[in-house]
Structure formats: C-alpha cells, structure tokens
C-alpha cells in the first residue's frame, strides 16, 4: 500500500534562498492538493490540481511561490526568496475524484510532510 | 466568522475510557463533509473518519463514531476505550459544496492526552 510520499522531509536553508518540495501522490488520485501549517493551527489551503490543470490557488500563495503538476503524476512546489515567515510545515494530499464534478466525500489522504525552517 | 470551531485547547483521559472531541461548524451549503485527523508528533495528517451531509447515521470506524447533530451545526468526535497511542492532535475539517470547490478548511485542533 503506497501512501501519499513527500521530499524531502526536513529543509533548513537561508532567507532569499529557493526551496523546492515534491509530492507524490496516491497512484491512483488525480487530485493533489498543497497545504501550509504553522505551529498550532490546522493546515491552511495552498492550491490544488486536477490531473495537471492547476484549478484552484488560496491568496496565501504569494508571487513567490509556484507549483506544477507536468504530467498529472507528481508535483512540486517551490518559494523563492524564501523569508522566515515561511518557515512552517508544508503538507500534500490526494484524493480520487467521485463523479463528474466531484462531491464532498473525496477523502484527502496526506503526506508525512515536509518542515521547513528559514533561518 | 470562523468556519471550524474547536474550542477545547486540551483534553486529558484515562486509558480504556471514551472521550469526546468537540467541533462545530458553519457553512450555508447544502451539500458537505466533515472530516477528522488525527496528527501525532510526527506530523502525518491521518483520516480516521467522514460524515456527509445527508448522511442519515452517525459515522462509524472501529472506536472512532460521529456525534452528528446537522440543526445544532456540531460534529462530535468520540473516541472509545482511549489508549496510550491515541495521544495526538485532532483536526476537525470540512469539505463545501460539490464540484470545483475542493478545498479542506481545518479547526485549530484540540490535543489529547491519555494518561496510563
């Protein structure tokens, strides 16, 4: 049983530097999402894809930041110029979509994470 | 207005005990899930069960059920005969709406902690 995978798991690196995260989904799942939690809050919505249409960003996803999906499989995002209000854990998850829009029930299955520290 | 609320900051309980996790929500849809997480230190986020909203029951997945109460807006998460391992963050989560919008919105969490 292959889980929703991500690398790497620990990024330290220097403010203004890029950083750049993978996912790889369940095989499966053809929607992706990404997801930023700080420390003591639940997971706040980045963007997510349908296959490799991106169909959704959350205004928390600055300029600096960008993710793709090329070929409906795996996806990446990256921070440039990172700042140390970055510094979070950055989640994904996948989930199958049910019917021809989608519907409520779509269980998004998580990643293990990827905590980043911007020093 | 927030649309999860979880209100407890933190929840103690003794092993082989049940305990109740509170959430309430808000939404104006017709249509939605509510889901719960559980997040140990590690922090993987772990799915351990849904309500929709036209469910007629409660949820149920092994020791994990579902206080639905849909006129009073709450989603209840009760945990039977707690152990050791069930110490934890727990997320409340909602899904609106079918279709394009996909999205997750999560509560703050409660933590719990099982005492031996």
């Known amino acids: 049983d292959t889980g929703v995978s991500q690398d790497p798991r620990h990024k330290i690196t220097k403010r203004g530097q890029n950083v750049t995260f993978r996912c790889d989904p369940i095989?499966?799942?053809?929607?992706l999402y990404w997801y930023r939690q700080t420390l003591g809050q639940g997971p706040e919505f980045l963007t997510y894809?349908?296959?490799?249409?991106?169909?959704?960003k959350s205004r928390l996803l600055s300029d600096r930041f960008s993710a793709e999906r090329p070929k409906g499989s795996f996806s990446t995002l990256e921070i440039q110029r990172t700042e140390q209000g970055d510094s979070a854990m950055y989640l994904c998850?996948?989930?199958?979509?049910?019917?021809?829009?989608?519907?409520?029930?779509?269980?998004?299955?998580f990643g293990p994470g990827t905590r980043l520290l911007v020093l | 207005a927030q649309k999860i609320t979880q209100t407890q900051p933190g929840m103690f309980v003794q092993e082989k005990e049940a305990v109740t996790l509170d959430c309430t929500y808000d939404?104006?849809?017709?249509?939605?899930?509510l889901f719960w997480y559980k997040q140990p230190s590690s922090g993987e986020m772990i799915f351990l069960i849904y309500?929709?909203?036209?469910?007629?029951q409660n949820a149920t997945e092994g020791r994990y059920s579902l206080n639905f109460q849909k006129a009073r807006k709450s989603a209840n998460l009760v945990i039977s005969a707690s152990q050791l391992g069930d110490s934890a963050m727990y997320f409340c989560?909602?899904?609106?709406?079918?279709?394009?919008?996909?999205?997750?919105?999560f509560g703050k969490g409660i933590t719990l902690s099982v005492r031996p």
């Open positions: 998850a996948s989930s199958r979509r049910i019917g021809v829009r989608g519907g409520p029930q779509e269980t998004q299955y």
């Open positions: 095989s499966e799942h053809n929607r």
């Open positions: 894809f349908q296959n490799e249409a991106q169909l959704e």
């Open positions: 939404t104006s849809d017709q249509s939605y899930g």
């Open positions: 309500q929709g909203s036209y469910d007629e």
């Open positions: 989560a909602m899904r609106e709406g079918p279709g394009a919008n996909s999205k997750l919105t």
